[in-house]
């Protein structure tokens, strides 16, 4: 299975400021996703990250928001912009490999004050 | 809209008892369905899909197409089976995962 490296693991940030989030895969992989976590919530989609193309966005998330970007198999990044504190989450990557199976990253907690 | 319930937040047994956490699903095409388990301090990671029919750790889950449902599970708890349960749905065309909201699992010794 693949191995995924996520940074950072958590993060304290002020208020109407942003945080990129990297994903980065030991091996080339067609689809990479980026969850959110509420607290006391389930997974929820963010958006699929493409590579060479637009990340595919689910409702109720918007680009403006969740800039991502897949500049190869292997690396995607996810910002969160304009952060209130309603974004306090934590913020996952997956890929999908064979069997239609997915592995998730270690995460990303993040607290807005 | 596909589905994915967990009616239960937590299930408390003791070691040794049978544990069954349920998942109903609604979706109206096949759904894959998996259980993933979240230990403590670790990450999310697959137990079991359906496909595969397998028992992992003592674990099982069949699909009931009748009842929408794939419940999970495992005739003697053991405490190392303390941990976050969350059962999920891909449409397989478009792979993407609807999870439930989690079952937390507590096995007392």
């Known amino acids: 299975s693949a191995v995924i490296s996520q940074k950072p693991s958590r993060d304290i940030c002020q208020r109407g400021t942003s945080l990129t989030i990297q994903c980065q895969v030991d091996?080339?992989?067609?689809?990479m996703f980026w969850y959110r976590q509420q607290p006391g919530q389930s997974l929820t989609l963010i958006a699929t990250a493409n590579q060479g193309s637009e990340a595919t966005y689910e409702s109720g998330f918007v680009i403006d928001k969740f800039p991502i970007s897949r500049p190869n198999l292997t690396f995607s990044t996810l910002t969160v912009s304009n952060m209130s504190p309603e974004d306090s989450s934590i913020y996952l990557c997956s890929v999908r490999e064979f069997l239609n199976i997915q592995y998730f990253g270690a995460g990303t907690r993040l607290s807005v004050l | 809209a596909q589905r994915v319930t967990q009616p239960e937040k937590l299930l408390s047994v003791f070691k040794g008892a049978p544990v069954e956490l349920k998942c109903n699903y609604s979706?109206?095409?096949?759904?894959?369905l998996f259980w993933y388990v979240q230990y403590s301090r670790q990450r999310l990671q697959l137990l079991l899909r359906h496909i595969s029919r397998e028992s992992i750790k003592g674990f099982t889950a069949d699909l009931n197409k009748g009842e929408t449902s794939f419940h999970l599970k495992k005739p003697f708890a053991q405490e190392e089976d303390s941990a976050m349960y969350y059962c999920?749905?891909?449409?397989?065309?478009?792979?993407?995962?609807?999870f439930g909201k989690g079952t937390m699992l507590l096995v007392s010794p």
């Open positions: 999920a749905l891909s449409d397989s065309g478009y792979s993407t995962l609807t």
């Open positions: 091996s080339q992989v067609t689809m």
């Open positions: 979706y109206s095409g096949s759904p894959e």
